[in-house]
């Protein structure tokens, strides 16, 4: 790859003014800038994930992986290349938000329950404090009236 690239830049160095240079640097130059300019950012991140794929695939099944990669890469190439990736990210990130948002109300819900049962159960519990409090001022024992015995002062006169 480095011998091709120092090729490719000794050719369009000497022969840069020339027909051979003009049709150089279109085919080599102008021609991979034009169609990468035209890459959008879904497509990109597309062919990353396919390239990320290939390289995944190698890594763990080495030769086979190879093979593998080599038969679905054109396939995968031409359906990221045909459709807009970035309306399917779009899908995917807003079915994410709906189900965080859900999840977000359902959380909110709950509390609210639980706020609820918490105030009932607080007011449950003055309720029954209240009421164990209003009970009269305690009275002193009243002396039964057939008291057999005097009292002690009594007792020796």
Do not use: C
């Amino acid at each position: 790859m480095l011998l091709l690239s120092v090729l490719i830049i000794l050719g369009l160095t000497l022969a840069d003014e020339g027909v051979v240079g003009t049709a150089l640097r279109r085919w080599l130059i102008e021609t991979p800038a034009r169609l990468l300019a035209g890459l959008s950012r879904g497509r990109t991140l597309g062919l990353g994930l396919i390239a990320l794929m290939g390289v995944a695939a190698v890594m763990l099944f080495e030769t086979e992986g190879v093979r593998l990669f080599s038969i679905a890469a054109p396939d995968m190439v031409a359906w990221v290349l045909m459709f807009d990736v970035t309306v399917l990210f779009d899908i995917v990130v807003l079915a994410v938000s709906l189900r965080a948002v859900a999840g977000w109300r359902r959380i909110v819900r709950r509390r609210d329950l639980m706020q609820g049962l918490a105030r009932r159960l607080i007011g449950r519990i003055k309720g029954a404090r209240s009421r164990g409090r209003r009970v009269g001022k305690p009275r002193p024992p009243q002396s039964p009236s057939n008291d057999a015995e005097p009292d002690f002062p009594y007792a020796f006169a």
